[in-house]
């Protein structure tokens, strides 16, 4: 419990009260996007250069290690419109690599994955615009700073009646769940008297500010200055508060090799400018970039989208397959003579019939590696899920399908002196089947769709390749249209294959 | 292989048969023997248990009490092979259970080819002639769809016939038939019987009873109440059930 609690995003309680009106002072006037690298610049602390020692680097040399890291936390994370996963944590991440010698396989996971599979041992690191707070240290182990943060307010860009946190008065505002926001936001609620609303991601949370539904967002100065650079709708109306600091983190007393890296690596960037260039990237004068077209979107998006449908429709084939061959054994022993193996079956079946796909996920993804020890990588946790799943309504179509064959069929074939099994095979199975086929093909196009829900667990299917695409350019309502269009099309051609296949074979 | 307390010649031994679905007693400690040959016609109203001990015959029910013995093998032994034993006993149901998913041969080739019995080639051989004894050779590879009821069910004796077996078991074999097509497929059991097949027939059709069987058994609430000759049964009942049902029926 104390662990998932810990696990919650950045920094909850890094501010208090108190904390907030020191900020306020000494953060006035600091925080326009504008002066914004200079001011960070100044804020990293400069301790780690002195700890350089290029006899750690080499513990770490050569190996290669997996971080996890959020989905999507511009400018930190996320995926440009190719699909690749950029940002500040992942260029400073790799050029750190690069300078240390060792190697990293990134996993875009969410931020409380990111966590819960650094502390599963899935992953050996977490870099996810983390700030490090001292109930974190207690499980984990962090390098040197690399980046200050801090909360700042927007609003809608045509919105001039909110100038100040006074002006909130009995008005909503947007927090990201978890967030350094969230955290603020709660501690002057009171006092100006305004409505908190946490929502899950930056993308959302704008959305909602732009549906009119709240008034205004708290969110992490770098993630607001870029979202704003981008087109999303907000402008900035507040001055920076002051924040925590952003740190790389690893299991406590764990990979220490790494972390010296990490700290070494991080100290020679900063000697050598490059880390400057890497945060100028995303944040010094952002221009504010064009809006494209809808054609352009769809262009620019079609490699990641594709990417995305190719996941998905493999997830479904091998889920689909497994849930096949569950289906038809648990069906039989739904049918079976046998009192005890009817009872298995059905206890299989009302488990998974009974409890959320989102909640199976989330445990086989997070929960079992945990009890086992044994990491699970996120494609093998989403098909044992949708396979499980499907698995367990296929076998009630396998068992109606049975059931609906005239019970006279199996007495003929017995009295002819053929077997259980015989008969089955040869005359109710095959009948089963063409009254099944229907009922298949229905159970298919939901484990399709059903593969969506596994963005959650990080899984780079379509809809998280959707959510990844608006999650950087803010266009909502146009990626999900072509994610949507993407599922339809696919749904409709293979269900007409289907279809046109169960009218030849079973006439 | 050790026919117990049968009677000695007897294809078939019943002896208090008892069966219950649940706590409903069907059948209330059946006692027959029917010989080599013989054709034993079963009449009797509704719920009176015919279908029922047929159905013990071969074991298509679970016999609750008592023992049925068939060419010497007693059914209630939980170590007899039920298949081998049903491959001795054809079976004809009401409502036909031909295999709609299978031609006309198939249904009749499926048991002696997947029983390896006979190849392919031989079970196609000798489901035609079956077929020709049925007389619906030209429909060899129709679909049992397109056939009538009464083609229907002489398809199934064929069928039943396929395995060569020493008994014929009919259960309300003309019931579900257009009046039209009762006469021919009682003429393929009539067939039959002049062939020397061992037979219980379940039936309500009371000439045909009367007319090629050696034995008719009339049962009633689950007992046989009486039985003899047709003559005996049909021309001087002695129970007053019995001279009631047939009251209703002839």
Same mark, same amino acid.
């Given at each position: 419990?104390?662990?998932?609690?810990?696990?919650?995003?950045?920094?909850?309680?890094?501010?208090?009260?108190?904390?907030?009106?020191?900020?306020?002072?000494?953060?006035?006037?600091?925080?326009?996007?504008?002066?914004?690298?200079?001011?960070?610049?100044?804020?990293?602390? /400069?301790?780690?250069?002195?700890?350089?020692?290029?006899?750690?680097?080499?513990?770490?040399?050569?190996?290669?290690?997996?971080?996890?890291?959020?989905?999507?936390?511009?400018?930190? %994370?996320?995926?440009?419109?190719?699909?690749?996963?950029?940002?500040?944590?992942?260029?400073?991440?790799?050029?750190?690599?690069?300078?240390?010698?060792?190697?990293?396989?990134?996993?875009?996971?969410?931020?409380?994955?990111?966590?819960?599979?650094?502390?599963?041992?899935?992953?050996?690191?977490?870099?996810?615009?983390?700030?490090?707070?001292?109930?974190?240290?207690?499980?984990?182990?962090?390098?040197?700073?690399?980046?200050?943060?801090?909360?700042?307010?927007?609003?809608?860009?045509?919105?001039?009646?909110?100038?100040?946190?006074?002006?909130?008065?009995?008005?909503?505002?947007?927090?990201?769940?978890?967030?350094?926001?969230?955290?603020?936001?709660?501690?002057?609620?009171?006092?100006?008297?305004?409505?908190?609303?946490?929502?899950?991601?930056?993308?959302?949370?704008?959305?909602?500010?732009?549906?009119?539904?709240?008034?205004?967002?708290?969110?992490?100065?770098?993630?607001?200055?870029?979202?704003?650079?981008?087109?999303?709708?907000?402008?900035?109306?507040?001055?920076? %508060?002051?924040?925590?600091?952003?740190?790389?983190?690893?299991?406590?007393?764990?990979?220490?090799?790494?972390?010296?890296?990490?700290?070494?690596?991080?100290?020679?960037?900063?000697?050598?400018?490059?880390?400057?260039?890497?945060?100028?990237?995303?944040?010094?004068?952002?221009?504010?970039?064009?809006?494209?077209?809808?054609?352009?979107?769809?262009?620019?998006?079609?490699?990641?989208?594709?990417?995305?449908?190719?996941?998905?429709?493999?997830?479904?084939?091998?889920?689909?397959?497994?849930?096949?061959?569950?289906?038809?054994?648990?069906?039989?022993?739904?049918v079976?003579?046998?009192?005890?193996?009817?009872?298995?079956?059905?206890?299989?079946?009302?488990?998974?019939?009974?409890?959320?796909?989102?909640?199976?996920?989330?445990? #086989?993804?997070?929960?079992? /590696?945990?009890?086992?020890?044994?990491?699970?990588?996120?494609?093998?946790?989403?098909?044992?899920?949708?396979?499980?799943?499907?698995?367990?309504?296929?076998?009630?179509i396998v068992r109606g399908g049975i059931q609906s064959v005239d019970p006279g069929q199996l007495e003929a074939s017995r009295s002819l002196g053929l077997g259980y099994v015989t008969s089955m095979r040869r005359v109710v199975v095959p009948q089963a089947v063409k009254i099944m086929t229907p009922s298949f093909i229905?159970?298919?196009?939901?484990?399709?769709?059903?593969?969506?829900?596994?963005?959650?667990?990080?899984?780079? %299917?379509?809809?998280?390749?959707?959510?990844?695409?608006?999650?950087?350019?803010?266009?909502?309502? %146009?990626?999900?249209?072509?994610?949507?269009?993407?599922?339809?099309?696919?749904?409709?051609?293979?269900?007409?294959?289907?279809n046109a296949l169960d009218r030849k074979f079973n006439k | 292989?050790?026919?117990? /307390?049968?009677?000695?010649?007897?294809?078939i031994?019943?002896?208090?048969?008892?069966?219950?679905?649940?706590?409903?007693?069907?059948?209330?400690?059946?006692?027959?023997?029917i010989?080599?040959g013989e054709v034993v016609c079963v009449i009797g109203p509704s719920g009176s248990g015919k279908s029922t001990f047929l159905r013990c015959l071969n074991k298509l029910e679970?016999?609750?009490?008592?023992?049925?013995?068939v060419?010497?093998?007693?059914?209630?032994?939980?170590?007899?092979?039920l298949n081998a034993v049903r491959q001795h006993i054809g079976m004809v149901f009401q409502h036909f259970n031909l295999f709609p998913h299978m031609s006309v041969i198939q249904n009749i080739m499926l048991a002696p080819v997947e029983l390896k019995k006979l190849d392919r080639a031989g079970a196609r051989a000798k489901g035609m002639e079956l077929l020709k004894r049925v007389g619906l050779s030209e429909k060899a590879d129709a679909r049992p769809a397109s056939l009538s009821g009464g083609q229907k069910q002489r398809v199934a004796i064929a069928r039943a016939l396929a395995m060569n077996p020493g008994i014929m078991l009919f259960d309300e074999a003309t019931s579900a038939l257009d009046p039209e097509m009762v006469g021919e497929v009682l003429q393929v059991i009539r067939d039959l019987a002049a062939e020397g097949m061992t037979m219980v027939v379940v039936t309500h059709e009371m000439g045909f009873a009367r007319e090629v069987a050696d034995?008719v058994?009339?049962?009633?609430?689950?007992?046989?109440?009486?039985?003899?000759?047709?003559?005996?049964? #049909?021309?001087?009942?002695?129970?007053?059930?019995?001279?009631? #049902?047939?009251?209703?029926v002839?």
């Amino acid at each position: 419990m104390n662990i998932y609690r810990l696990a919650t995003r950045r920094g909850r309680a890094a501010l208090g009260a108190t904390l907030t009106v020191m900020a306020l002072l000494l953060g006035a006037g600091s925080a326009s996007a504008a002066v914004m690298p200079a001011a960070l610049h100044q804020g990293l602390a /400069p301790a780690a250069v002195g700890a350089v020692a290029p006899a750690a680097a080499s513990d770490a040399k050569g190996k290669t290690f997996a971080i996890a890291t959020d989905t999507t936390f511009a400018p930190f %994370e996320f995926r440009n419109g190719s699909g690749d996963l950029v940002g500040i944590d992942m260029d400073l991440l790799r050029a750190i690599a690069d300078n240390q010698g060792f190697k990293v396989d990134i996993k875009s996971l969410g931020f409380d994955a990111a966590l819960q599979a650094l502390q599963s041992n899935q992953v050996q690191g977490v870099i996810a615009g983390m700030s490090i707070t001292d109930k974190r240290k207690l499980i984990f182990d962090f390098s040197n700073p690399y980046f200050d943060s801090g909360v700042q307010m927007a609003v809608a860009k045509s919105n001039d009646a909110i100038k100040t946190y006074a002006d909130l008065k009995g008005k909503t505002v947007a927090v990201k769940r978890g967030s350094e926001g969230e955290t603020f936001a709660n501690s002057i609620k009171d006092k100006y008297g305004f409505t908190v609303k946490a929502l899950a991601d930056s993308a959302t949370m704008y959305d909602d500010v732009k549906a009119g539904n709240s008034v205004a967002v708290f969110d992490d100065y770098p993630v607001l200055a870029y979202g704003v650079s981008q087109n999303n709708g907000l402008k900035i109306v507040t001055p920076k %508060e002051q924040g925590s600091s952003y740190g790389f983190a690893v299991n406590k007393g764990q990979n220490a090799d790494l972390l010296a890296a990490f700290d070494a690596g991080l100290a020679n960037l900063k000697a050598s400018g490059q880390y400057q260039k890497i945060l100028d990237k995303y944040l010094a004068a952002p221009e504010t970039a064009k809006q494209t077209s809808f054609f352009e979107l769809l262009a620019n998006s079609f490699p990641a989208l594709m990417k995305g449908l190719g996941m998905t429709l493999l997830a479904t084939a091998l889920s689909l397959i497994i849930a096949l061959v569950l289906g038809i054994v648990f069906g039989f022993l739904k049918v079976s003579e046998s009192r005890v193996l009817r009872i298995i079956a059905s206890i299989y079946v009302e488990i998974f019939r009974g409890t959320p796909l989102l909640v199976q996920a989330f445990f #086989f993804y997070f929960g079992l /590696p945990q009890l086992t020890g044994r990491p699970l990588d996120v494609l093998t946790a989403g098909v044992i899920t949708l396979s499980l799943n499907a698995g367990a309504y296929m076998t009630e179509i396998v068992r109606g399908g049975i059931q609906s064959v005239d019970p006279g069929q199996l007495e003929a074939s017995r009295s002819l002196g053929l077997g259980y099994v015989t008969s089955m095979r040869r005359v109710v199975v095959p009948q089963a089947v063409k009254i099944m086929t229907p009922s298949f093909i229905n159970q298919f196009v939901i484990t399709l769709k059903d593969t969506s829900l596994l963005a959650v667990i990080g899984f780079a %299917e379509l809809t998280y390749q959707g959510q990844q695409i608006y999650a950087s350019n803010f266009r909502t309502g %146009e990626t999900l249209l072509i994610v949507a269009a993407l599922y339809f099309i696919v749904i409709f051609i293979l269900t007409q294959l289907s279809n046109a296949l169960d009218r030849k074979f079973n006439k | 292989m050790t026919a117990t /307390p049968a009677a000695a010649g007897a294809k078939i031994s019943v002896r208090n048969l008892k069966k219950s679905f649940g706590s409903n007693e069907v059948l209330k400690g059946l006692e027959v023997d029917i010989a080599e040959g013989e054709v034993v016609c079963v009449i009797g109203p509704s719920g009176s248990g015919k279908s029922t001990f047929l159905r013990c015959l071969n074991k298509l029910e679970d016999i609750t009490g008592g023992t049925v013995t068939v060419d010497g093998y007693d059914l209630t032994d939980p170590k007899v092979d039920l298949n081998a034993v049903r491959q001795h006993i054809g079976m004809v149901f009401q409502h036909f259970n031909l295999f709609p998913h299978m031609s006309v041969i198939q249904n009749i080739m499926l048991a002696p080819v997947e029983l390896k019995k006979l190849d392919r080639a031989g079970a196609r051989a000798k489901g035609m002639e079956l077929l020709k004894r049925v007389g619906l050779s030209e429909k060899a590879d129709a679909r049992p769809a397109s056939l009538s009821g009464g083609q229907k069910q002489r398809v199934a004796i064929a069928r039943a016939l396929a395995m060569n077996p020493g008994i014929m078991l009919f259960d309300e074999a003309t019931s579900a038939l257009d009046p039209e097509m009762v006469g021919e497929v009682l003429q393929v059991i009539r067939d039959l019987a002049a062939e020397g097949m061992t037979m219980v027939v379940v039936t309500h059709e009371m000439g045909f009873a009367r007319e090629v069987a050696d034995r008719v058994i009339f049962m009633d609430a689950g007992v046989i109440c009486e039985e003899g000759t047709p003559e005996a049964i #049909f021309g001087n009942a002695q129970q007053p059930r019995l001279q009631d #049902f047939l009251a209703k029926v002839l």
